[in-house]
């Protein structure tokens, strides 16, 4: 009974309360440079999605059930950049780059819970395109309002629950050794780097449960678009494939920038894993995705275009209307 008093006491006097994020350089000249850079990135991702959430809710043309999941994607864009992106800007301009242990927690489950949730929401989205080419009559009763709600809410419920998993799997770890965090947020591998316990079980979990939510959502895309492109074949006109196409274009981009980026992440070969290349896949799809995703779907869409010409058109009839020119 001493003893184990002895080895409690010991445990908790080294026990981690904070980590230091080491973050993407220690070069005074370059932290300044990539401080300008992605604070400039970040204003344009949250533009960029807060637009496209405004944009799709003010113009009725757009209030169908493609431009609601694009918007619930926008808004898990735009929150996912906010889990990281803030305290990776202030880190790069601090001296102190200290983050709190419920502080690394909290970033760990929000960032993962919004990067399962675009998952699943790239594939409910593939989903949509599917029903909505292969069988257009019937697409406004199999996507309802009320369906469309429960795929989005499903979306997020298995997200959340899934980051949930992690997170408590990760941080039930004893933390009391070295309390350096080589990269700019809380992530799985130098977490499990920096534990002083066995994190064997730990991960198994993280990679069954990760596989699963990752090769489902693809499976799901591939088998959607394979029936799109089947049901493309078989129109007659070639307008018809045209235009059945180009409303899958500025998905399947997105779809393939997400999974191209996150099988590379997690299917690469165990003898080219660095944690020098892991942070720049990582900026890649914590950073330029949430940015990008906005983008893709504004330059793509002729609906977005379309819309947003015209709200600019209101606005600058509004404008002479209310100062109207001097004569």
């Not at 080895?7 to 080491?22: A, D, H, M, S």
């Not at 991702?45 to 637009?51: D, E, I, R, Y």
Request: glycine share 4%; hydrophobic share 45%.
């Amino acid at each position: 009974m001493t003893r184990y008093m002895k080895e409690t006491q010991g445990r908790n006097q080294t026990e981690v309360t904070e980590f230091i994020l080491l973050g993407l350089s220690d070069d005074p000249d370059l932290q300044v440079i990539l401080f300008v850079l992605f604070l400039s990135v970040y204003v344009a991702t949250m533009v960029g999605n807060l637009g496209m959430i405004i944009l799709i809710k003010i113009e009725a043309c757009l209030h169908t059930p493609m431009y609601f999941f694009l918007s619930s994607l926008s808004f898990v864009d735009a929150s996912c950049s906010s889990s990281v992106t803030p305290k990776m800007l202030v880190n790069l301009m601090a001296e102190n780059k200290a983050i709190s242990f419920s502080g690394c927690a909290s970033q760990f489950y929000f960032f993962g819970s919004f990067l399962g949730t675009e998952c699943f929401l790239l594939a409910v989205m593939a989903y949509d395109r599917y029903v909505a080419i292969w069988n257009p009559l019937l697409y406004p009763v199999l996507m309802s309002g009320r369906i469309c709600f429960f795929l989005v809410a499903t979306s997020f419920f298995a997200g959340f629950g899934n980051a949930a998993i992690h997170t408590g799997m990760t941080f039930r770890l004893s933390f009391c050794g070295s309390n350096r965090i080589n990269h700019f947020y809380c992530d799985v591998p130098p977490l499990l780097k920096l534990s002083g316990s066995d994190t064997h079980i730990n991960g198994i979990v993280i990679m069954a449960f990760s596989s699963f939510s990752v090769i489902s959502c693809v499976i799901i895309v591939l088998l959607s678009y394979l029936c799109i492109l089947i049901a493309i074949l078989r129109m007659p006109s070639v307008e018809g494939r045209h235009k059945a196409f180009s409303t899958c274009a500025s998905h399947l981009t997105a779809v393939t920038i997400f999974f191209g980026t996150i099988l590379f992440m997690y299917l690469r070969p165990t003898s080219s894993y660095s944690m020098e290349q892991d942070k720049v896949v990582s900026l890649f799809y914590t950073v330029m995705i949430p940015m990008l995703n906005p983008l893709i779907y504004s330059l793509k869409n002729r609906d977005v275009k379309e819309a947003l010409k015209k709200v600019l058109q209101k606005k600058h009839t509004a404008k002479h209307v209310k100062h109207p020119p001097v004569m």
